[in-house]
């Protein structure tokens, strides 16, 4: 059911920095790429997503950059702060990334 | 808008005995449900897709006999985890979507324990 590739596994940053979180899909009929947060014990929340004919999706802290013809896209996480911490999942809808555990320390 | 609920939030029942979950959209109409499965520190697994009124499409190595999925309305679908073991103990998570959008709301999920 892999896919979805997804790195890193895991990420620690300093806060204020950039987290950066890389995502390549293998099936080019998929045209949906949400990425989600989930904390533990809770179902997955939508931060953004893309659709194909887009490159570039901004909305605050958060960016979503699309390489169609590489069928690879990556979120960006701005100012990173504390509470960004948890496990990020890309997704070529509906199928999920292996998952990123983001620490963001203070 | 957009919300998916999700009951019980957590079962804990003995091997050999069935569960139901239930998904709800509580305020638009889902024309597709997905379920999927969490193993612990591992990620969203897709166990299968279900329109309304038809027969839900599983995913490869997913038994259907042993996961019932019922999209009997816009607005509901079941999973019915039938003679529960051990193995199946994990966290369960619907989400709700709109074909035409392609948009998933995720439920809350269900943490089944089978002891």
């Known amino acids: 059911q892999q896919q979805v590739k997804q790195s890193p596994q895991s990420l620690i940053v300093q806060k204020g920095g950039i987290s950066i979180i890389n995502c390549a899909y293998e099936n080019t009929a998929f045209d949906y790429f949400p990425w989600y947060q989930q904390f533990p014990g809770k179902g997955p929340a939508l931060l953004i997503a893309?659709?194909?004919?887009?490159s570039e999706k901004k909305e605050g802290r958060f960016t979503i950059s699309f390489n169609k013809s590489a069928k690879q896209f990556s979120l960006h996480i701005m100012d990173s702060q504390p509470g960004d911490s948890a496990t990020y999942f890309c997704?070529?809808?509906?199928?999920f990334g292996a998952g990123t555990r983001l620490t963001v320390k203070p | 808008g957009a919300v998916v609920s999700q009951h019980p939030s957590r079962v804990i029942c003995k091997s050999g005995t069935s569960v139901k979950i239930e998904c709800r959209s509580l305020?638009?109409?889902?024309?597709?449900m997905f379920w999927y499965r969490q193993f612990p520190k591992q990620s969203l697994m897709l166990m299968a897709t279900s329109n309304e009124g038809s027969k839900a499409t599983y995913e490869q190595g997913v038994e259907k006999d042993k996961f019932l999925i019922n999209h009997a309305s816009l607005t509901l679908s079941t999973l019915t985890v039938t003679s529960a073991h051990p193995e199946d103990s994990s966290f369960y998570i619907c989400?709700?979507?709109?074909?035409?959008?392609?948009?998933?709301?995720f439920g809350p999920g269900t943490r089944l324990t089978v002891l």
């Open positions: 893309i659709r194909p004919d887009v």
């Open positions: 305020d638009f109409q889902a024309t597709t």
């Open positions: 989400s709700a979507g709109r074909a035409a959008v392609h948009e998933q709301f």
């Open positions: 997704a070529a809808s509906p199928r």
